[in-house]
């Protein structure tokens, strides 16, 4: 059995106490260099240690969200997760129907605003107003809408349920979600019954050429 001579060894772990001493000063002089970044971003941190530096990011950070915030108050812009959210506006007042408004959330899907007006139908419920925003493959609806009966009666049994409103959105969200799943399912199925008969044809071979 040859075992190694210390020389060697001792020569291995000197090499790798010179990488390990390498590694870490490059990391700390990206650590440094970020630093310096972040003092060029912010006002009047040109002397400032790291700890009070990353404070002061805290806190311009916090701000700016804070800004961003106050300023996308009244824009309508689509969000990450889907939602449907349904509200009563306003009741019946001087004669004219209550108004509920509603909002649904999602990735644009065709088909989907076609089925959401379907629903509308059913329900014999017309859209007052509607607003419909875009971004990055998402979409928001937000739109009023009142019974077409209550256009026409006063009886309060006409009014719209806020819950089958939602109930009804739900399920058209829902709808176009399965389809997806189920077309990802079938995708899927279809690569793996690819993969399947490549593998039969390769076995056959096999068995053929032997």
């Not at 970020?34 to 404070?55: N, Q, T, W």
């Not at 824009?75 to 509200?87: A, G, H, Q, Y």
């Not at 399947?196 to 032997?210: D, P, R």
């Amino acid at each position: 059995m040859n075992l190694p001579k210390k020389g060697v060894s001792v020569e291995r772990n000197v090499a790798a106490l010179k990488n390990h001493s390498e590694a870490e000063r490059r990391r700390r002089a990206r650590i440094n260099a970020h630093f310096d970044a972040l003092r060029d971003l912010v006002p009047g941190a040109k002397k400032m240690d790291k700890a009070s530096l990353l404070a002061e990011v805290i806190g311009h950070m916090r701000e700016l969200k804070k800004n961003a915030e106050e300023a996308c108050k009244g824009i309508l812009l689509p969000m990450d997760t889907d939602e449907v959210r349904v509200e009563k506006q306003e009741d019946e007042m001087d004669g004219n129907p209550c108004l509920i408004k509603a909002s649904m959330c999602c990735d644009y899907k065709p088909g989907l605003l076609s089925d959401l007006r379907q629903a509308l139908d059913a329900l014999h419920l017309i859209i007052v107003k509607a607003e419909i925003a875009t971004l990055e493959g998402r979409m928001k609806n937000v739109f009023l809408v009142a019974s077409c009966n209550e256009w026409d009666s006063k009886d309060a049994a006409v009014r719209i349920s806020t819950s089958t409103l939602d109930q009804t959105l739900r399920s058209v969200l829902d709808k176009f979600s399965a389809s997806e799943d189920f077309s990802f399912r079938a995708t899927l199925s279809d690569k793996r019954r690819r993969v399947s008969l490549f593998n039969s044809s390769l076995c056959s071979s096999s068995a053929y050429v032997g």
